[in-house]
């Protein structure tokens, strides 16, 4: 088991790309209440880089390691990427290329050290207005955080499906 479930999604999110299904992707915010709340689903070709078209995962960390709400807690990056992955494969667009996704996402998990990400935030400053800036936020893991003290924890918005 690892010891946040936020970073295991986006590295199952990884792992899928890894199996070739480099349509799937993650979009994470923090609601008004502090939960991060992430939403994994497969994009078409055209879509918008906010559409969440065929949605595998909806998930609060609220529920801690309780991924998908069913009591089922015993998860890693690769189980969980198996437990996604047959969830995706009905969608056709799943397995398409996009290696630009794929590309932006290995930087996320290598600026933050195998962190996670903000898309935006329900209850924010004007700073933290990430996609207005056309931004996401990173969040790195302590290790990494400690190793790059002062960098700028932003990367830019994940391009368009």
């Not at 089922?72 to 398409?96: I, N």
Request: glycine share 10%; proline share 8%; hydrophobic share 40%.
């Amino acid at each position: 088991m690892e010891p946040r479930p936020e970073p295991m999604i986006v590295h199952a999110v990884a792992l899928l790309h890894e199996r070739g299904l480099q349509g799937v992707r993650i979009r994470a915010n923090f609601y008004a209440t502090g939960h991060w709340r992430c939403r994994v689903f497969v994009a078409a070709p055209g879509d918008d880089r906010d559409i969440e078209r065929d949605r595998l995962l909806a998930y609060t960390n609220g529920r801690g390691f309780d991924v998908f709400g069913d009591g089922r807690t015993e998860w890693d990056a690769a189980s969980l990427a198996d437990a996604l992955e047959g969830l995706a494969l009905p969608y056709a667009h799943a397995r398409r290329a996009d290696p630009a996704y794929v590309a932006w996402l290995r930087e996320v998990r290598e600026r933050t050290g195998g962190g996670h990400l903000s898309m935006y935030e329900d209850a924010y400053t004007p700073e933290q207005d990430w996609p207005a800036r056309g931004l996401v936020q990173l969040l790195p893991t302590p290790e990494a955080r400690r190793a790059h003290e002062g960098a700028e924890w932003t990367i830019g918005l994940p391009p368009a499906p």
